[in-house]
C-alpha cells in the first residue's frame, strides 16, 4: 500500500494536524494509485480486461466477446506472434498460446504437408477452434495442414467367460457396465471436414 505519509520528510509524522490531512487525502490517492494501474494493465494482452475489446479490434480478431478472459487473451497473444514470416517456430509458438499445451510441428515435405501434434492430455483443450482460423491466415496457400490432438473416447465394454464362450471372447458392447479408454486422435485442417470425427489412432491416416 502507497501512504502518503512516507513521502514526507521523518518529522512529519509527529504533527497530528499533519497526518491527519495526509489521512484524509489517503483514499482519493489510493482511487487515483488503482486507476493507474489497472490503465497500464489494459496495455499487455496477458493482464487486460476492459482493454481487450480495443486489442480485439486493432487486431481484426472478431466476434470473441463470448469467449473466457484467459482465451481471449491467448488468442490476442496469439495474433502478435504471427505477424513475421510463417515458420515452423512461428506456427509451434502461436499453437502452444492458443491451447496451453506443449506442441510437436512436424513438416512432410514430400507430401507438402505440416502437422501440428498437440499433447493435450486426452482432452480437446479450448482455443482448438481459434488455432484452425488463425493457421488459415498464417499457412502459405500450397501447403496443407493439420491439427492432431490424441484423445480418449469413453466405450462401455463388458467381457465374458463362461461354457458358451472363448477361453478369451472379446468384449460385447453394453450400455450398464463402466465406460472403458480408447485412444483415438481427433483431425482439423485443409484435408478434413470442419469437424471431423475422432479416429482410431493406429488407422488414421497420416496425410
Request: glycine fraction near 8%.
Amino acid at each position: 500500500m502507497r501512504r502518503l505519509m512516507d513521502y514526507l520528510p521523518e518529522n512529519y509524522p509527529a504533527s497530528r494536524e499533519t497526518a491527519a490531512f495526509q489521512e484524509a487525502l489517503q483514499p482519493e490517492a489510493d482511487a487515483l494509485w488503482a486507476a493507474r494501474d489497472g490503465l497500464l494493465a489494459q496495455l499487455d494482452p496477458y493482464t487486460a480486461a476492459w482493454g481487450l475489446d480495443y486489442w480485439e479490434r486493432a487486431l481484426g480478431i472478431a466476434n470473441a466477446g463470448h469467449l473466457g478472459l484467459e482465451l481471449r487473451r491467448r488468442q490476442i497473444a496469439a495474433k502478435l506472434q504471427g505477424r513475421a514470416a510463417t515458420t515452423p517456430q512461428v506456427v509451434k509458438d502461436t499453437a502452444e498460446t492458443l491451447l496451453g499445451v506443449p506442441v510437436t510441428v512436424i513438416e512432410r515435405f514430400g507430401e507438402y504437408l505440416v502437422e501440428v501434434w498437440a499433447e493435450a492430455g486426452g482432452k480437446l483443450p479450448a482455443g482448438t477452434i481459434q488455432l484452425k482460423g488463425r493457421l488459415r491466415e498464417l499457412m502459405p496457400a500450397h501447403l496443407d495442414w493439420q491439427v492432431v490432438i490424441p484423445t480418449l473416447l469413453s466405450t462401455p465394454t463388458l467381457a465374458a467367460l463362461g461354457p458358451r464362450m472363448a477361453t478369451a471372447a472379446p468384449p460385447m458392447h453394453r450400455p450398464r457396465p463402466e465406460p472403458g479408454r480408447l485412444t483415438a486422435r481427433a483431425a482439423l485442417g485443409t484435408r478434413y471436414s470442419r469437424a471431423s470425427p475422432p479416429m482410431a489412432a493406429g488407422n488414421a491416416p497420416l496425410g
